[in-house]
């Protein structure tokens, strides 16, 4: 069985500094950086509700989660010099929600996207709760603006 970021593409939501992407367990924060940029420059504020993120002096992203995370389980590593990849572990009691945007009221995917998210994340759960299906050929149909998807397997 194949896991599911393997089978599955992920759902970007496209940010002025980058992109963010969920699983059912995590959030992921792709920030792009002035090619050069050394760690140094870079300050990661992660905590329970917040994230605050500063490269050179200058703020990029500063704000409070729609949910909480594990912060001290949270990670964040500067790849070649231009790119930081932040992994949000969501807390347990959340960590099956679909959040709608990154911070509140910033980063929000639009409704289609948010759509296709929610989609992604109940596949990913059906797939984590039966691990013996295979879930190859499996999609999702309906709306989860109005009565919530169905399963086709």
Same mark, same amino acid.
């Given at each position: 069985?194949? @896991?599911?970021?393997?089978?599955?593409? !992920?759902?970007?939501?496209?940010?002025?500094?980058? +992109?963010?992407?969920?699983?059912?367990?995590?959030?992921?924060?792709?920030? @792009?950086? *002035?090619?050069?940029?050394?760690?140094? %420059?870079?300050?990661?504020?992660?905590?329970? *509700? +917040?994230?605050?993120?500063?490269?050179? $002096? =200058?703020? !990029?992203?500063? $704000?409070?989660?729609?949910?909480?995370?594990?912060?001290?389980?949270?990670?964040?590593?500067? =790849?070649?010099? *231009?790119?930081? @990849?932040?992994?949000?572990? &969501?807390?347990?009691?959340?960590?099956?929600?679909?959040?709608?945007?990154?911070?509140?009221?910033?980063?929000?995917?639009?409704?289609?996207?948010?759509?296709?998210?929610? &989609? *992604?994340?109940?596949?990913?759960?059906?797939?984590? %709760? +039966?691990?013996?299906?295979?879930?190859?050929?499996?999609?999702?149909?309906? $709306?989860?603006? $109005?009565?919530?998807?169905?399963? @086709?397997?």
């Amino acid at each position: 069985m194949a @896991n599911f970021e393997e089978r599955s593409a !992920i759902v970007p939501v496209q940010t002025p500094w980058g +992109h963010w992407f969920q699983t059912v367990d995590e959030v992921f924060v792709i920030i @792009n950086v *002035k090619p050069g940029t050394p760690s140094r %420059e870079i300050k990661c504020d992660i905590r329970l *509700k +917040h994230l605050k993120v500063e490269v050179s $002096g =200058e703020v !990029i992203i500063d $704000g409070d989660f729609p949910a909480t995370v594990r912060a001290d389980e949270c990670i964040w590593t500067l =790849e070649d010099k *231009k790119t930081i @990849n932040m992994c949000l572990l &969501k807390s347990l009691c959340g960590a099956d929600k679909c959040w709608r945007s990154l911070l509140h009221g910033q980063y929000e995917a639009d409704p289609y996207t948010f759509d296709q998210m929610q &989609k *992604k994340l109940t596949l990913q759960r059906f797939q984590y %709760e +039966h691990p013996g299906f295979d879930f190859s050929g499996a999609g999702m149909s309906g $709306g989860y603006q $109005g009565g919530g998807p169905q399963l @086709n397997a």
